[in-house]
């Protein structure tokens, strides 16, 4: 399974950013083979940047999104891509994959 979060830094320890769409990196884990990889956004300042940022999702064949906000448009691209979006619930990454893997975390 393929969990993406959207971060400010590509760092593990970094905090989430605070909309999916203009977030300069995304941390990407993959749980079947416990790595993780950073994708730097490369459409922030442009216009649909949700939609973009979905796209660069299913591209990477991302299963799962953790995130604290996500516009309608990007929510409607990620969900016709089948791709389940899951609230943060704390501020770190690290955190709520841990958070996720116990099944705490809520849908979007």
Do not use: W
Not at 47 to 68: E, K, P, R, T, Y
């Amino acid at each position: 399974m393929k969990v993406v979060i959207p971060v400010e830094q590509a760092r593990v320890d970094s905090p989430i950013s605070s909309i999916f769409g203009r977030s300069p990196f995304f941390y990407l884990f993959d749980s079947e083979t416990n790595q993780g990889s950073f994708l730097e956004s490369t459409f922030l300042f442009g216009q649909s940047a949700g939609i973009q940022a979905a796209q660069l999702m299913i591209d990477h064949g991302v299963d799962v999104l953790i995130s604290n906000r996500c516009g309608e448009n990007a929510m409607r691209l990620l969900s016709a891509g089948n791709i389940t979006v899951y609230h943060a619930a704390a501020s770190g990454a690290a955190e709520n994959l841990e958070l996720f893997f116990a099944g705490k975390l809520s849908l979007l």
